[in-house]
């Protein structure tokens, strides 16, 4: 049989506890057992009435004995309650300071109820809590330092072993521990980001360091990712000035919308998209303006090269010596397209002035290129009253 108070092991039919002193509660079997001895006890009390008192002395002794035996328990009961409320005391002292992260102090104390009361099983428990929060403890100063030297994976390595220690504990002190675990790994990442934001000149690998550190809801974990959006947009922001000399104007403002996705409140941004704006707006203006003076040029063009593609350098006429009436000449393709099959309409004409016929030539060579020379020769046969010739029209295809 054992106390239910403190767990000693005790005799059988013991009212109360030989070490905390309680008075212990007793099994049926046990009450009648009891009652037994009671009535046994009430018939020899009875007995020994009848029988005739020798002295006084013989029933004084008795009595003398009980009222000791009744102190000498009594004072027993009152220490050992004492003990139980001591041993409590520090137990409940021992919670907080565990709770406070004093674990070594934490220990001493449950350590030292213990010795009190060896086989307190509430204390034997908060022991083992406290001892496995001091290894957790020693494990994430371990991370730290390896932190420290830059060894980020072997610190989160060992903040992983701790997570699996306290993983699907519950109690105040489990909490505890896992704010404590997650301080430090919040920490960790924080600084391991730090020091790799440093080395990382692209907007995708900052990208990703901004979403790993944005998982973090402390405030050092904000500052850096500030950092980190201030960095991206810088380069954005080279990037679209690179852009925009180039007259990119719809690069230049996609990647400037990039950058405020990740900082909507970015003034160097945000100035920079008005500029690109008001720049493409003058430029478009400005094309638009291009575009209609060449369509106006290309409009004179298409009229000069449909209208004035040939310019005639000489043209000549005169009667030959076997009567005949020769005309001839040279015309230049003052276009800006080849010309082809250009064709000479004239006139003779005699001294004076009358018109006696009209006919036309075709110039050689067929094709003439922009600028190039073709001449033209044509006789009118038994026309010795002509005097002179007028051109009356040219015709061509433009190629």
């Not at 509430?122 to 020693?138: F, M, N």
């Not at 675990?181 to 995708?204: F, L, P, R, T, Y």
């Not at 298409?302 to 000489?314: K, L």
């Not at 009358?354 to 006789?379: E, H, K, M």
């Amino acid at each position: 049989m054992f106390c239910q108070y403190c767990g000693n092991k005790i005799k059988d039919g013991a009212i109360f506890c030989d070490r905390c002193g309680h008075k212990l509660a007793l099994s049926k079997d046990e009450q009648l057992n009891s009652q037994v001895k009671q009535e046994e006890s009430l018939e020899s009390t009875t007995t020994e009435l009848k029988i005739p008192a020798k002295s006084k002395s013989i029933w004084l002794l008795p009595l003398v004995t009980a009222v000791v035996v009744a102190f000498v328990l009594s004072g027993y009961y009152i220490y050992e309650k004492n003990i139980s409320r001591l041993v409590e005391q520090k137990r409940m002292q021992a919670e907080d300071l565990a709770l406070n992260g004093e674990l070594d102090k934490a220990e001493k104390l449950i350590s030292d109820a213990l010795k009190r009361r060896p086989l307190h099983k509430t204390l034997q428990a908060d022991l083992a809590y406290v001892r496995e929060g001091k290894d957790i403890q020693s494990k994430l100063k371990e991370a730290w330092e390896n932190a420290k030297k830059q060894q980020f994976n072997q610190a989160l390595s060992l903040i992983e072993q701790t997570e699996k220690k306290v993983y699907g504990k519950e109690g105040d002190f489990y909490k505890y521990l896992s704010q404590q675990i997650n301080d430090k790994k919040s920490a960790v990442n924080i600084m391991q980001v730090k020091q790799e934001m440093n080395n990382k000149n692209s907007i995708e690998e900052l990208a990703a360091l901004l979403t790993k550190i944005s998982s973090f809801k402390v405030k050092e974990a904000q500052d850096v990712a500030e950092v980190i959006k201030s960095k991206i947009c810088q380069l954005i922001y080279a990037k679209a000035n690179e852009l925009l000399k180039k007259k990119d104007f719809n690069g230049a403002l996609a990647l400037v919308k990039q950058g405020l996705d990740y900082d909507s409140e970015n003034k160097q941004l945000l100035s920079f998209q008005q500029t690109i704006e008001q720049q493409k707006a003058a430029f478009e203006q400005k094309e638009q303006m291009v575009l209609e003076q060449a369509l106006l040029a290309a409009a004179r063009e298409e009229a000069i090269n449909r209208t004035q593609a040939v310019e005639v350098v000489q043209c000549n006429g005169s009667v030959t010596d076997q009567g005949d009436f020769r005309v001839w000449g040279t015309v230049r393709n003052v276009a800006t397209r080849p010309i082809y099959m250009v064709e000479i309409y004239y006139t003779i004409f005699d001294s004076n002035g009358n018109a006696l016929t009209t006919d036309s030539t075709y110039v050689y060579p067929n094709y003439l290129n922009p600028q190039d020379q073709g001449n033209f020769d044509s006789t009118i046969y038994g026309l010795w009253q002509g005097n002179q010739v007028k051109i009356n029209k040219i015709t061509w295809y433009l190629r």
